[in-house]
Structures are given as C-alpha cells and as structure tokens.
C-alpha cells in the first residue's frame, strides 16, 4: 500500500449537523478525505464538491445504494465524477432484499459485476462495503462475502464488523487479497458495552491494531482508510482520537 488517504464517514457525524461544520473541523483536525453517503450529494452533486474543496478536501470513495447503482449505473458513474470520486461503494442491503442461497447471492454479485465493468469503462473502481450478514453460513458452508466479491466487484473492508461477526479480520484480508480498494476502520468496544452501540474511537476499544496493521498494509490496492463509528454520541472526540490513532500507525 502506497501512503494512504486518510478519510472520516460523514454518516459518523449525520446525528450533528451542519455539514459545513464538519467539513472545517475535519479539515483542521488533519483528515485528508470524506466518504460522503447518499442524502449528501444525490441532490446537488456540485454544491457537494464545493463544500469540500473550499477545507480542501477529497471524497475519494462514496456510498450509493445497489439500487441506483445497479439501476442508474451512469448517473451514479456522473455523481462520482463531479465529486472527484474515482470509486463506488455499495454500502449495505436490508434485511428483507438479502437472498438465503448461493444463488440469489450470485445473482446480485451479476448486477454488481454489471455497474462494476461500466464503472471501469469511465475509469473507476467499485466495490462492496460489509457488515456482519456477509459472514453467516449459507447452507453449502459458503458465506454471502465469497460470492459478492470478484471479478471487478472489489471489497471496502469493514473491519469493525468483520470481528463483530466473528471473524479473524487478518484472515479475511487475507482472502480477499487485491480485491480490497478501501478498509473502513472501525473498532469495536469491549464485549457488553452497550454505550454508543458497542463501537469506540479507534485505538480505544479492543481491536489489536498493531498486530493487524500488517496485514492492511499489505493490500496493494487499497489507497484509502476510512475513519468510522456507527453511533458516537460525541462525534468531535471520535474524529480526533481516531485521526491520531491511525495517523500514528500509518506513519
């Protein structure tokens, strides 16, 4: 991994609002990017991009849904070109529209392939962000992630969820090999902890990350770190404690 971009989910800070004010304190906190989701940008695209670009900073990757990637591919491929994205992210899927067999995750790995080869065409990457369902034995003993990923579907590696399902997030990196664009950095706080859902800042809960860094860094591809809680009730100390946290292992 060539230095990487450090960038800060702005779905983190979606419970304090104004947008411009985060933008500024993340700026001044030393963030290099933000990973913008869907209400940020779909309206006003451009207004978007100027947001970012008078803190000076870059929205390398952002979440759009499946259905408007999959169903709109070339206005979503137009959105990341006026925000300067050069990738998609497909960030999540409710619990109603996932499929319970290899087939029906197969099936939306095509549609994913699909915007994926479009997307490459017009010069960008594209991928998918997990969560903890990715992880669940289907009834082969595969698991939804294995069939998602590949080809040009590539990963945004939630690490916080990954070992919140359960699983050895080295391990899983280590699967996915070149596949991985991105790696959401997340940790989690101790097992019962029920304040701010059983996230932490990053360097405060109980992920080694001394010991995984290794592993991240060994993903050739993926030139972006985002930042993210699901839920912190004071989005500021996040933002700071998480940048220092990770600015210090990236070096």
Do not use: C
Request: glycine letters at 10%; charged letters at 20%; aromatic letters at 10%.
């Amino acid at each position: 991994m060539a230095k990487p971009l450090i960038s800060f989910q702005l779905y983190s800070a979606r419970n304090f609002p104004p947008l411009e004010a985060q933008l500024e304190t993340l700026a001044a906190i030393g963030y290099d990017a933000v990973e913008p989701y869907l209400p940020l940008y779909a309206d006003d695209p451009k207004g978007f991009r100027a947001r970012i670009d008078a803190v000076g900073l870059a929205a390398p990757t952002f979440h759009a849904p499946l259905a408007g990637v999959t169903g709109e591919t070339e206005r979503f491929i137009d959105i990341a070109k006026t925000i300067g994205a050069t990738a998609i992210v497909v960030p999540y899927l409710v619990a109603e529209e996932r499929p319970t067999d290899v087939d029906g995750w197969k099936a939306i790995h095509d549609k994913l392939a699909t915007a994926a080869q479009a997307a490459q065409a017009a010069g960008l990457g594209f991928g998918w962000h997990n969560h903890d369902f990715e992880y669940v034995a289907l009834a082969d003993g595969s698991r939804p992630i294995d069939h998602l990923i590949g080809g040009l579907v590539g990963a945004e590696v939630d690490i916080g969820w990954a070992v919140r399902a359960g699983r050895d997030a080295a391990e899983e990196i280590a699967k996915l090999g070149d596949a991985v664009i991105a790696f959401h950095i997340k940790d989690l706080a101790p097992a019962g902890t029920t304040v701010d859902d059983g996230w932490a800042n990053v360097g405060e809960g109980v992920i080694d990350w001394a010991a995984l860094w290794p592993s991240i860094t060994a993903a050739k591809n993926a030139g972006v770190l985002v930042a993210e809680h699901d839920n912190p009730s004071d989005w500021r100390a996040f933002a700071e404690r998480s940048f220092a946290a990770i600015k210090a292992l990236a070096g």
